[in-house]
């Protein structure tokens, strides 16, 4: 299977879910790398430094724990995206518009919906913009 896996995705294997259920589909994700291919696309490595730098600052992360995550996250056979944001730029701000989604995640739904990949993610109105735009979400 070919996933696209957004930041709340990556985050929930260093920051307990709310629910056994959301932690178990992370943890589902998580196990897939080994036999699916995982695309992201540039903006995910953004978002993921973004919040374990957050968390550093409010104390629930050492600066020595989020560089150990990073390291651990680049060695997972993740595929980030090279085509060019330019490039998709007209197209996630027609998703965004469509759907009354942000640009971060219009990028992640142009990527899936461009790769076909099925989506895994734990925000509720980007998994429900895949679903009104056809794509597949990992539940």
């Known amino acids: 299977m070919r996933l696209v896996h ?3 995705m990556t985050l929930a294997w260093l920051f307990e879910r709310d629910t056994p259920q959301e932690s178990n589909l992370a943890d589902r994700v998580l196990g897939a790398l080994q ?3 995982a695309h992201v696309p540039w903006l995910w490595h953004t978002e993921v430094v973004n919040a374990l730098l957050v968390a550093e600052r409010r104390g629930l992360l050492t ?3 989020a560089i150990e995550y990073l390291s651990r996250l680049s060695a997972l056979p993740i ?6 944001p330019s490039a998709r730029r007209d197209a996630m701000m027609g998703l965004a518009r469509e759907h009354g989604l942000t640009a971060y995640d219009a990028t992640y739904l142009e990527l899936a919906l461009r790769l076909g990949a099925v989506v895994a993610t734990f925000d509720r109105r980007l998994a429900e913009a895949v679903d009104r735009a056809g794509g597949s979400v990992l539940r």
């Open 6 to 8: 957004d930041a709340s």
């Open 35 to 37: 036999d699916d291919e």
């Open 63 to 65: 600066e020595a724990h």
């Open 79 to 84: 595929i980030t995206d090279d085509v060019s």
